[in-house]
C-alpha cells in the first residue's frame, strides 16, 4: 500500500556511556533528532516539572542542562 510506513532503520547510533548515570533527559528540538539534553541529578519539584527551573530552591545542589550529541554509525550520502 502507498501510505504504510517504511520501517526501515536510516541510521544507528553508538550507545551512550553511563546511561544508568542520567536522572533527567529532554528532547533539544523537533528538527535535533541527533540531540538531547540531560541531568545527572535533577529536582523533579512542581516548578521544575513546570519547566520553571529558575524559580526553584534546589538550584544550588542540582546540575545545568548538557546537550548530549547522537553520532550515526552508519551516515548516508545522499
Known amino acids: 500500500m502507498s501510505d504504510d510506513v517504511n520501517k526501515v532503520n536510516e541510521y544507528t547510533c553508538e550507545a551512550i556511556k553511563v546511561t544508568k548515570d542520567l536522572h533527567s533527559i529532554r528532547l533539544v ?5 541527533n540531540k ?3 541531568k545527572n541529578l535533577s ?3 512542581c516548578l521544575c516539572v ?3 527551573f529558575a524559580a526553584c530552591k534546589n538550584l544550588s545542589w542540582i546540575q545545568e542542562w548538557q546537550v548530549e550529541i547522537l553520532i ?3 551516515t548516508r550520502s545522499i
Open 72 to 74: 550515526s554509525n552508519n
Open 50 to 52: 513546570g519547566d520553571n
Open 29 to 33: 528540538g523537533v528538527m535535533d533528532v
Open 36 to 38: 538531547f539534553m540531560k
Open 43 to 45: 529536582c523533579f519539584c
